[in-house]
């Protein structure tokens, strides 16, 4: 099955179709990312304490 491109109807198949779509649909949700919030003071804490037991514990695989 084919997809027709434009009023001249050059056809592209439905995994072309898909292949265009999915590509299109990740640079939007890259251009459209919103902005990351700052994190409370106390939430950055935690956030920083996770990373460094993370960290301790990747160490001792």
């Given amino acids: 099955m084919s997809v027709y491109t434009s009023d001249v109807g050059e ?15 990740e640079r939007l949700q890259q251009s459209l990312r919103p902005e990351p919030s700052p994190l409370s003071d106390r939430l950055q804490y935690l956030m920083d304490e996770l990373r460094k037991r993370d960290h301790v514990a990747a160490r001792l695989e």
């Fill in 11 to 25: 056809p592209i198949d439905r995994k072309t179709s898909r292949s265009i779509c999915n590509a299109v649909g």
